[in-house]
């Protein structure tokens, strides 16, 4: 089956939330006044991202028995290095979409970015009210598409969150091992179809062979 799509994740795929998740936590530890430090808490993320906890920073937070909460800011999010580039050539091949738990605003963000060009299709889930890992999210991705499942590769870095879902309706998948979830090991039905360590080698697979 010729591939036709490829949908993208957004966060930890094609932004870096790096800094933004700096920010919230040291906004915690401060208005907490917490003694520990930003590495401290950021162990935990990764402990409870290895084990796949829907959110690494409130499973942080219990572990660590913070009752204080730190609302996520996307803006201090970026773009990673040669998403721009790769995005528009893999636009000349494929028609491109994004599935990514995200607020409206983000539909602005793309704009702003240079990126909102290049997707046919943008699902974010607070302007359609479906929250991945929910199959559902990724169903109506391959409806509003016009294709079957394995005509669609799903491209992101959780495999929780986007490779397992996408597998459980037919859809081909590449994790991109970068950012917080890279530390998360495959489980039975969690296996992606390939992995790439950047969004420029995206480049290099013949994703009709997957």
Do not use: H
């Amino acid at each position: 089956m010729k591939i036709k799509w490829l949908f993208f994740d957004l966060g930890g795929t094609v932004y870096d939330e790096t800094l933004s998740d700096k920010q919230r936590i040291d906004n915690l530890i401060e208005k907490a006044n917490l003694q520990i430090t930003y590495e401290d808490f950021y162990a935990e993320m990764q402990k409870a991202a290895k084990l796949y906890a829907p959110s690494p920073f409130a499973a942080a937070r219990k572990s660590l028995g913070i009752a204080e909460n730190e609302p996520y800011s996307n803006q201090k999010e970026i773009l990673y290095p040669n998403a721009l580039e790769a995005i528009k050539k893999l636009s000349k091949s494929y028609s491109l979409g994004i599935i990514a738990n995200q607020p409206p605003n983000t539909a602005e963000r793309l704009k702003s970015d240079g990126l909102s060009d290049y997707f046919e299709i943008c699902l974010l889930s607070e302007c359609v009210d479906l929250f991945k890992p929910d199959r559902r999210f990724f169903e109506r991705a391959v409806s509003e598409a016009g294709c079957k499942p394995d005509e669609c590769v799903m491209i992101g870095d959780r495999l929780d969150n986007d490779i397992s879902p996408a597998k459980s309706i037919g859809m081909k998948t590449v994790r991109i091992v970068q950012g917080l979830y890279s530390v998360q090991k495959a489980e039975s039905g969690c296996f992606a179809d390939y992995e790439v360590n950047e969004l420029s080698e995206l480049l290099d697979i013949d994703f009709n062979i997957l």
